[in-house]
């Protein structure tokens, strides 16, 4: 079993940046592709991006594309999304996750993080 755990969310204006870490400890590998999901309130959990195991692999949603960065240290077992050119559409609770394979849906990972709370003012 993997346990993850998010830092680095917290309050930032329109443009600003903030980078996200997710800390793997238990039965952690370097073969887990990790993802990064959001929700905001009233709205279902979605995609943001997702790495794979090596890191050679990243995938990202399109509201997210070109202004987020995944990726991760497996000597530190951590991930981590920098996220630059935040707007106010980002607010939300931000979670990693870790699953056998690459996917971009909720339903391919198997342990999560407790969430860090993003919030970006207009």
């Known amino acids: 079993q993997v346990q993850l755990v998010e830092s680095g969310g917290g309050l930032v204006q329109a443009g600003g940046s903030l980078r996200l870490s997710c800390a793997a400890s238990?039965?952690?590998?370097?073969?887990?592709?990790m993802g990064w999901f959001r929700q905001a309130p009233g709205k279902e959990r979605e995609f943001v991006a997702t790495?794979?195991?090596?890191?050679?692999?990243?995938y990202y949603a399109d509201s997210v594309k070109g202004r987020f960065t995944i990726s991760r240290d497996n000597a530190k077992n951590t991930g981590y999304l920098q996220m630059n050119s935040l707007k106010p559409d980002d607010t939300a609770v931000y979670y990693c996750?870790?699953?056998?394979?690459?996917?971009?849906?909720?339903?391919?990972?198997?342990?999560w993080g407790q969430g860090t709370q993003v919030t970006v003012s207009s």
């Open positions: 238990g039965r952690t590998s370097s073969s887990y592709a």
């Open positions: 790495i794979s195991g090596g890191g050679t692999s990243t």
């Open positions: 996750a870790a699953g056998y394979y690459v996917r971009t849906d909720v339903h391919g990972y198997d342990a």
